[in-house]
């Protein structure tokens, strides 16, 4: 157990280990909120950094939530707070993130290979230039023939991934790594600079761009805690993720957990091709005037 997991078991204060139960997740400890006072276990604490948010309340220090669960002075929780933030971090767990990021070599205007790749994907390269910021990476020395993606948070870039345009290469996305970002692409949602009162969550940055503004990517079938807790501040959000059976499954679990928290929460399901990059003109804007245009 962690030096905080075995602080809540000293006061006889119970919590759920991270995988454990469908509200928690590896890597955080559960707590019934005691602010809000939910019956599930709504209240997150990030083992190593002790980082607290309640799913419906929002963000808390951790020792203020120490003090009101046990009703101990700060002196009697101090020890405890500072072991589950500085203290129990090990060098090799720490990772030092830039002030401004790290781009990869050979970032580009887009070439003819690019705009190919782009066209044939049913993409205008202006709009992807020019609202998403897309370039190309010709000959480098990693990362060749690839679509450089910039990720965007409050009209900052703060890390980015790549997308190969070849049909050979059997790893589609490169993000950058944790050096390379100023905040981590795993703790951003993108697209939400341009999302208003609905989203449309979907896994990649193609989704994304197909469906337009509103819809926000996840980088992925693995949602973090921090995406989690940003999708829940939207009012209706819409799950959209692939037809397989894996992704599928993955977008029922996401949208029972987004059910737990105020607003409204679907799952859809397209019709017309395999993901949503892929989907049909007329689907998008049914899909569109469901939930974003209104």
Known sequence: MTPLQEFLSEHRIPFQEGGLHKHVRYGWTGLQCPWCRTSSWHLGIRNGDGSCTCWRCGKHRLG????????????????????????SLSPSRIVSRPSKVIMPRGVGPLSKAHLKYIRSRRFDPDYLTTTW???????????????????????????????????????????ASPVEESISHKDVLYGADYATHSIVVVEGPTDVWRIGPGAVGTFGLNVSYTQLIEMGSYPVRAVCFDNSPEAQKRALYLANQLKTMPGETYVVRIESGDDPGSMAEEEMLELRGRFLDN
Do not use: C, H
């Open 64 to 87: 203020d939530v120490l003090m009101r669960i046990t009703g101990l002075s700060w002196g009697d929780v101090k020890e405890v707070v500072e072991k589950s933030t500085r203290g």
């Open 133 to 175: 910021g897309v370039q190309g990476i010709d000959l480098a020395a990693q990362l060749s023939w690839r679509l450089f993606i910039p990720i965007i948070q409050q009209n900052t870039v703060v890390s980015w991934t790549t997308r190969s345009i070849g049909k050979s290469d059997a790893i589609r996305y490169i993000s």
